[in-house]
């Protein structure tokens, strides 16, 4: 199948006064991917995203988003992009329904509450506080903000930090469906196994450059035929199997 890029990032630099932050970053998102960014903190992961949101001006390099150009069309690029709000968007006094509500009202456009919240499978919350809501619930909700304008891309930056396992297992799933929906999703994420099982390709930034990008395959496949070894043998289950294995499969939220 032909890959089509829906994002074009050609030698992008960032600086804060003399801090050089995105040093030369080339790369591209294709249509329909869930494209990680991956690196260590401080590598220019976040800054890049932003720039790409046409929330934060770049210094030079070019940006393309589903055919707009950062520089002459934001607006156009901001009408196809979906992006998380930080938590204290979330105006306190609304309730879930009345929140979606406000959103689409910002879009201009409108949107049943029950039908976004339906798609992230928070219906039986609609009548909930922001701050009610578990750490799970509280990122699908912040995900469903995401898709009231029908975007062609989502941006999600470290959305399963602090979540349990059954709970990022849970997201994981909704993020799949997303894209299986037909929507482009662009991630950043600490945990290499999220990355591993989620990702189709993946970018790696170390200080301000890209050092790689490939699948998550392809990658590991590399690697081991370099002669790469783990230094221990690894056991056929984790801590991680035992803690679902324990609490349950399935996933809830008590
Ligand atoms: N507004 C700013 N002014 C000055 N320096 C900044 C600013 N924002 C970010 N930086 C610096 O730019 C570098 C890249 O930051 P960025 O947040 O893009 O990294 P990151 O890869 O997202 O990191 P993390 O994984 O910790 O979120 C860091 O050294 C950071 O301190």
């Known amino acids: 199948m032909e890959k089509k890029p829906v994002i074009t990032v050609k030698n992008l630099v960032k600086n804060y006064g003399d801090f050089a932050a995105v040093r030369d970053v080339s790369f591209e998102v294709y249509e329909g991917e869930i494209f990680g960014l991956l690196g260590p903190n401080g590598a220019g992961k976040t800054t890049t995203l932003e720039i790409i949101e046409t929330l934060r001006e770049k210094t030079s390099g070019e940006i393309i988003v589903d055919g707009f150009s950062v520089d002459t069309n934001a607006d156009s690029i ?10 204290a968007g979330y105006y306190p006094n609304l309730n879930l329904s009345e929140l979606i509500d406000l959103f689409s009202g910002l879009y201009g456009i409108t949107k049943k509450p029950m039908e976004m919240l339906g798609k992230v499978a928070l219906t039986d919350k609609a009548k909930a506080k922001y701050k009610q809501l578990s750490g799970g619930q509280k ?9 009231i304008n029908n975007p062609r891309i989502i941006f999600l930056d470290e959305p399963t ?5 059954q709970a990022r ?3 994981w799933n909704l993020i799949r469906e997303i894209r299986d929906a037909g929507t482009t999703v662009v991630i ?13 390709r993946v970018a790696f930034i170390d200080g301000g450059k890209v050092i790689g990008i490939d699948t998550p395959d392809n990658f590991i496949d590399k690697l081991v035929e ?3 070894e783990r230094p221990k043998q690894v056991k056929a289950a984790n801590l991680e199997d035992v803690f679902i294995n324990m609490t349950g499969k399935e996933w809830r939220e008590s």
């Open 139 to 147: 990122q699908r909700f912040s995900i469903a903000t995401t898709l």
């Open 161 to 165: 930090t602090g979540l349990d396992p």
């Open 78 to 87: 901001k009408q196809r992009i979906g992006v998380q709000l930080q938590a």
């Open 169 to 171: 297992r849970n997201l």
């Open 188 to 200: 950043t994420t600490h945990y290499m196994d999220e990355a591993e099982v989620l990702c189709d």
């Open 226 to 228: 370099s002669g790469f």
